[in-house]
Structures are given as C-alpha cells and as structure tokens.
C-alpha cells in the first residue's frame, strides 16, 4: 500500500512544514520510499535530533519564507501559513490529505468540537470486537502514514480529523460523520464561519454514494451536501414502542439517527429498528455519550453489525481518560476529571450527568469565547461552590457581576489563581459524601501542555499521586 504515495512525491523537492508527531511520521515513510530528489524540515524551532540522511533544517521565525524553493510542501496540523494557500506556487499537501484521498473509500471520517476522540476509539473499538479487520488513525495521536503498510482491501479506517486536519482539504472520506459545532479554536481562525468552514471540509468534496451523519444541531446549509445525509437527533424523551415510526422532528424519519433518553432506558432508533442502550452494563455515562453511542449504532449498522454483537462490544468498551473520569475518593470526597472540557457545554453536560457536584472547578486560557450560556446555566444550578480559576475564571467572575445583576447565589463564586490553589480550596468547602468536578470551559494551553497534562495534575493534588 505505500505504493499508493508514490505519485505525490516521485522526484519532487519536498518540504516538511512543522516536525512534531505527524511531520516526523512523513519523513519516515518519504524516507523510506526514497524517491524524492530531496527532503527538507521547516519549523520555527532549531533541530532537537538528529535526522537521518542530508536533510536540510530551515527554523528561525523566517522559517516560512522558502516554502516556494520546493516542489511540494507537507504542512503540519496547526501551521499558520503567513499567506493565502492560493498565493504559493509549491504544492501544498498534508498527510492527512493524501492518506484519505489514497483509501477514502475505506475510511470513516469523524470530526465535531466535542466528542469525536470517544466517537472514534468507540467505533474502532465495537469493528474490532466483532472481527472486522479495522485500524485507528488520526488526531487521536496516531499519524496515518505510520500503519500505511497494515492496509488492507478489507480494512475499514477509523479516522478522527481535527479543523486543522480538514482546513485545507479537497477530498473527503466515504463516510463522513459530523458530531457538533461549538465556538472553538477562534484565536486561530477569528471568526465561527471560518471555523465551521474548515469543518464542513468533511463532506464538502463527498460523492453522491458516499455518507454524511450529521447531529441536527449543525446541518449543513439545504442543498450543500452532495452525498447521502442521515441526520442525527437527540430527545429528551422516549417514543411510543412502535420502531415503524420516528419523529418528524426537522425532517426526521426511519432512516435517520434518534436517540431518546427519557426516564426510562436510554435507546436508539434507527432504520426502523430500535436498540435499547444497556446503560447499566456500560462505563459511558450521560445523555451526551448516550448521543456519541447512537452516533457509532448508526456507523456499525451501516457496515452490517448485528445488534448483539454491538451491545456486546459496548459493554467492553472502556472509555478514554479525562473525559468525566472518576478518578477516586479522598476524605470522603469523590474527584472527577472532565479536563477534555474546552467549551461551556461540555462544562453544563458534566453538571447535568453528575447529581452531587458540590464544587466545581472552572477556568483556563482565554480565547474569547462567550461565556454567556454557561452563566446562565450556574446561576439556576445548585452547585454550591463555583471556582473561578486563571483568565476564563477572572473574567466570567467580572461579568456575571458587570453584566448580570441577577445572578443567583453570588456568594458561590470563589477565584482562585491557578489549578492548586482551586484545589487547595477545594478540599476545604467539598462536603463528605459529594463530589468535586474539574470542567473548565476552557482550554489548557499555555499552562499545561495540553488537558492531559491539565488532568494529570489535578488527579495528583487531589488525591496525593494516588487513585482508589
């Protein structure tokens, strides 16, 4: 299958723009291939290795400058390019963008600002346990050029891709899947329409026989999606036992995804079929992972998964780290981790799935997202202690008391400075018997290397370095 690369590169000048994880990858496997007549490294920062061959390293703050000294240009996810793509006369590729135009057939595209890591190891996770030949690439932190060789005509490719992954592409995966839309990211992209414009990159070059799933809450403009939309809806309540019927609710019917959570066993419904989620057999907890599982229900049952073998292979699934994690009790107070929380919603999710949050912890970098829904939310909540904590922190104190008079129980709102005073402060106002949640709202960067980091040290000034 790496042969399938050859026409891209095949004695071109190569440059690889950024040498993190996935620049890395690319050199590897040009490397390897050995038919470019050259292959050079761009970053902003100075070699920190050694690399293999004559390669040449181009870093500095003008490290962009050269772009047009090469043939072809594999730029890395989160480059800034200093000019409009259309203004360089190199070609200018990523990984992700050759990877999928080679093997779009075989590959299930997922992206969304909330949820797709879980959606995707979730889907990889229930093909394998059924015997399908399946492989997990990705932002999930495995670059694709990495298991090329491991491909398959059989293979089925589970693929998370991140805005910056979709950005520039102009091909998009036989199954495209769209989770949701949230403000994100807009310290790069300035504005929420260039934003969902990257994200639409998903199914925007699809063909009239390939997929598109799409939560309702993001669809796509009338007419704009060339291939073969399922809409996927959620509802609070559940429906009538018939599984003929579903909602008419924004054009829903059999062929679409609902999933319904009401007072009685969370289920799904689609293709006229109706899956009841065993939600007392499984480790993913919440309306909004129950949302997440219809979505991988409609992907399994479209590659000819039966319903047994999805609920078996849901039960095993374990969900991933620092995504509303539990992660111990210390002096009677239960520690939850939900450090993957960059946006409000993800925040009010955690507090709705979590009935005895007496503290919540919140705040981290500020990239000027609005804030307003998530005020609203913790002024009806009964969270009787709200940390307030770095920019974010600071700066929703300041406008739930500039802005919003009627902010309800004012005196719940502590700041605190940084991630170990909110904890420190924590343990002191946490009941015996409830729970302390970390949910920021709020991105870790600049802080923390990333929210696992961000995570990692919450659990360690929790619970001392230990989980029970």
């Keep these: 299958m790496i042969e399938k690369i050859e026409p ?18 690319t050199f590897r496997l040009l490397k390897k291939l050995g038919i470019c007549e050259k292959i050079d490294i761009a970053d902003i920062a100075s070699p920190k290795e050694s690399v293999d061959g004559d390669a040449l390293w181009i870093s500095g703050p003008d490290y962009q400058k050269c ?35 080679c093997f779009r057939d075989q590959i299930i595209g997922i992206t969304g600002t909330k949820g797709k890591s879980t959606v995707t ?17 990705g932002n999930i932190g495995i670059p694709a050029f990495d298991h090329i060789e491991e491909i398959t005509p059989d293979t089925r490719i589970v693929f998370e891709l991140s805005c910056h992954q979709l950005e520039y592409m102009t091909v998009s995966p036989h199954i495209g899947v769209l989770l949701n839309l949230h403000e994100e990211h807009l310290d790069h992209y300035g504005t929420m329409e260039k934003y969902v414009a990257a994200k639409y990159h998903i199914f925007s070059s699809q063909r009239p026989e390939d997929i598109f799933i799409c939560s309702t809450q993001c669809l796509p403009p009338e007419g704009s999606c060339p291939s073969r939309l399922i809409k996927a809806s959620f509802l609070e309540e559940n429906m009538e036992e018939d599984t003929s019927c579903c909602s008419t609710e924004k054009g829903l019917d059999a062929k679409d995804i609902q999933v319904e959570c009401g007072n009685g066993q969370p289920a799904i419904r689609f293709g006229g079929s109706l899956f009841r989620i065993p939600s007392s057999e499984i480790r993913l907890m919440g309306s909004h992972n129950y949302f997440d599982i219809g979505i991988a229900y409609g992907i399994c049952r479209l590659l000819g998964m039966t319903d047994e073998a999805f609920a078996e292979g849901l039960k095993t699934y374990v969900p991933l780290p620092h995504r509303l994690q539990y992660l111990g009790e210390r002096e009677g107070i239960r520690y939850y981790d939900d ?12 507090l709705h799935t979590l009935k005895d949050v007496d503290t919540v ?21 009964p969270v009787p202690h709200i940390i307030l904590m770095e920019a974010t922190g600071k700066r929703i104190y300041q406008e739930i008391h500039r802005c919003y ?13 940084h991630l170990e005073d909110a904890v420190r402060r924590a343990k002191q106002l946490t009941r015996p018997g409830r729970s302390c949640l970390l949910s920021p709202a709020a991105a870790s960067y600049g802080i923390f290397k990333n929210f ?7 659990a360690r000034l929790a619970l001392g370095g230990s989980k029970k």
């Design 405 to 417: 008079p009627d902010f309800k129980g004012r005196a719940r709102l502590i700041l605190s400075e």
């Design 67 to 101: 772009l047009d000294n090469y043939d072809v240009v594999f730029k890395s996810p989160g480059i800034v390019l200093e000019r409009p793509i259309g203004e360089y006369r190199c070609q200018i590729l990523s990984q992700t963008e050759v990877f999928v135009s």
């Design 8 to 25: 891209w590169v095949k004695g071109k000048k190569v440059l690889i723009l950024g040498f993190g994880r996935e620049g890395k990858s």
């Design 452 to 458: 696992e980091e961000r995570g990692d040290a919450f």
């Design 121 to 137: 190891t979730l889907v990889y996770h229930l093909l394998k346990e059924s015997g399908m030949d399946a492989l997990l690439v």
């Design 361 to 381: 912890l919140i705040g981290g970098m500020d990239r000027g997202i609005d804030y307003g829904e998530l005020i609203e939310f913790l002024s009806e909540s």
């Design 339 to 350: 450090s993957i929380s960059t946006i409000c919603d993800t925040t009010i999710q955690a």
